[in-house]
């Protein structure tokens, strides 16, 4: 079955430190898709990326970087120079597409604090 | 485009009273879903549709139903509804019902259960 772990519960760094946010996942599909929500505190979910198994390539996105492998099937999120705006709950999520059962499975998520 | 859309907001009901929550997108989106947002548990799939007249069981369905008599829309019941169903409620629509799209979400609702 399939299964998204967020070890963390809560992170607090100090602005412009760096952090890494991780995700462990399980599938026993060889296709699926990861992706990363952002919950600031307003409450809304924002996405931040999506991936798939068969790109095991990193991804930057100024501050932001990805970090997928498969061989640990882990999945983290690196933020570099960390700012008070990116205090927010942080959720990892997988999709398998070839299962057919159409769910997306979210992680518990992490709360990432940001002291000025 | 409004994106997706939940009414209310707000929403405090007695045990055992019904109710409907309302979602709607306006982006022709094949698949929409529908879950439950509770301290420590992360976001729990309620139920969702991959197209209008299809709909299938999440990972909390009991005490909830669902359909899907337009592409628009997905509203969710609450039949009798109980303490143990107070909970921030999201509605999320996706582009494909193949899954690979990410998914955009409506902003909640918070529903208290008295």
């Known amino acids: 079955a399939q299964k998204v772990t967020q070890a963390q519960t809560e992170i607090s760094v100090v602005e412009k430190e760096d952090v890494t946010l991780d995700c462990v996942y399980e599938?026993?599909?060889?296709?699926?898709?990861l992706f990363w929500y952002k919950q600031p505190p307003s409450g809304e979910l924002v996405f931040l990326i999506r991936?798939?198994?068969?790109?095991?390539q990193n991804e930057i996105s100024g501050r932001y970087s990805w970090n997928f492998q498969k061989s640990t099937s882990s999945f983290n999120f690196t933020i570099t120079a960390s700012q008070v705006v990116d205090s927010a709950v942080y959720f990892c999520?997988?999709?398998?597409?070839?299962?057919?059962?159409?769910?997306?499975?979210f992680g518990t998520g992490t709360r990432l604090k940001v002291l000025a | 485009n409004a994106g997706v859309t939940q009414t209310p907001k707000f929403q405090v009901l007695k045990t055992g009273q019904s109710m409907t929550l309302q979602c709607a997108q306006d982006?022709?989106?094949?698949?929409m879903s529908w879950y439950r947002q509770d301290p420590g548990m992360g976001l729990r799939l309620i139920h969702y549709?991959?197209?209008?007249?299809?709909?299938d069981q999440g990972e909390v369905p009991n005490g909830y139903n669902v359909s899907r008599s337009t592409t628009e829309d997905f509203p969710l019941r609450l039949l009798s509804a109980a303490p143990s169903q107070t909970s921030v409620y999201f509605c999320?629509?996706?582009?494909?019902?193949?899954?690979?799209?990410?998914?955009?979400f409506g902003p909640g609702t918070r529903l208290t259960v008295l």
């Open positions: 999320a629509s996706s582009y494909s019902r193949t899954r690979r799209n990410e998914q955009f």
């Open positions: 599938t026993r599909d060889t296709t699926y898709y």
């Open positions: 991936r798939n198994s068969f790109d095991e």
């Open positions: 999520a997988l999709s398998e597409s070839t299962s057919g059962t159409y769910k997306y499975i």
């Open positions: 982006m022709n989106h094949e698949y």
């Open positions: 549709s991959v197209g209008a007249g299809i709909t």
